[in-house]
Nanobody, 123 residues
């Protein structure tokens, strides 16, 4: 099993920045790509960003391009999401996810999930 724990969420004003962190533990050697998703009440969980095991490949939702940056530190078993120029519509619970073999935007491709961290952007 792989345990993922997110941190770094909070309340920020529009235009501000936050950095989310995801700490992985357990059988981390069995994982490959990592990703961030987000969800608001009544909506499906949506893809935000993904990064390959090596960090050489990344992908972003259109809403995140140019504002968010995903990175990872395999030595520390950490994944990060730097979020800049935040907008009220970025308000959501953000989830970290890990995949054994998948790299992409689909929720079903990810095998492990964290409990989420709330991000609230005020206008």
């Amino acid at each position: 099993q792989v345990l993922l724990v997110e941190s770094g969420g909070g309340l920020v004003q529009a235009g501000g920045s936050l950095r989310l962190s995801c700490a992985a533990s357990g059988r981390t050697f069995s994982t490959g790509a990592m990703a961030w998703f987000r969800q608001t009440p009544g909506k499906e969980r949506e893809f935000v960003a993904a990064i390959s095991w090596s960090g050489g490949n990344t992908g972003y939702a259109d809403s995140a391009k140019g504002r968010f940056t995903i990175s990872r530190d395999n030595a520390k078993n950490m994944v990060y999401l730097q979020m800049n120029s935040l907008k009220p519509e970025d308000t959501a619970v953000y989830y970290c996810a890990a995949a054994r073999t998948y790299f992409g935007t689909s929720r079903s491709g990810y095998d492990y999930w964290g409990q989420g961290t709330q991000v609230t952007v005020s206008s």
